[in-house]
């Protein structure tokens, strides 16, 4: 699969058109990473969104004693490190490689890059992020509900 054809499954593109995500493709970067590797750790500088082109990444927190709570476990066409782009912050989960893993990688300075070029398509990016940041929201609210009120 292209990397256009991969942005052009994700939310993050949905509402953009084939020429807008030929653009930011043009963007983004390409690497390799080997199976059971680091990819961020908690408290690292925030400096890239990552797409998986293909492989599984395992997001993580880092609870008492070094034990790993395990959050989710993302595959082909999924992204994580969204907040990077909007801020400049440390991350406040890891993510690590389950298996060989290809990434599309957008750093800050290339998102800016994009809205400078194109502000439509980086405005319709920002928007993704806006709802999914939402939908998040939402649901871990109703899962902190639930435990407080069981």
């Known amino acids: ?3 256009v054809e991969l942005l052009q499954k994700t939310i993050l593109f949905k509402s953009c058109s084939t ?3 030929e653009l930011a493709a043009g963007l983004f970067q390409e690497r390799l990473i ?3 590797t680091s990819i961020f750790t908690e408290k690292m500088s925030a400096e890239a969104l990552y797409i998986i082109k293909s492989g599984n990444v395992r997001i993580f927190i880092t609870a008492g004693e070094g034990e ?3 959050l989710l476990v993302l595959g082909p066409g999924d992204f994580f490190g969204e907040l990077a782009l909007l801020q400049e912050e440390s991350r406040f989960v890891s993510a ?3 298996s060989a893993v290809e990434l599309l990688i957008l750093t800050r300075k290339d998102f ?3 809205m ?3 502000p439509r398509t980086g405005a319709r990016v920002l928007m993704a992020i806006a709802k999914l940041l939402a939908m998040r929201i939402k649901a871990y609210s109703s899962r902190l509900r639930d435990m407080l009120l069981a």
Do not use: F, H, P, R
């Open 1 to 3: 699969m292209s990397n």
């Open 68 to 70: 790993q709570k395990a």
């Open 96 to 98: 690590q490689s389950e």
């Open 116 to 118: 400078d070029l194109d």
């Open 34 to 36: 080997k199976s059971d």
């Open 112 to 114: 800016q890059a994009l």
């Open 19 to 21: 020429e807008e995500i």
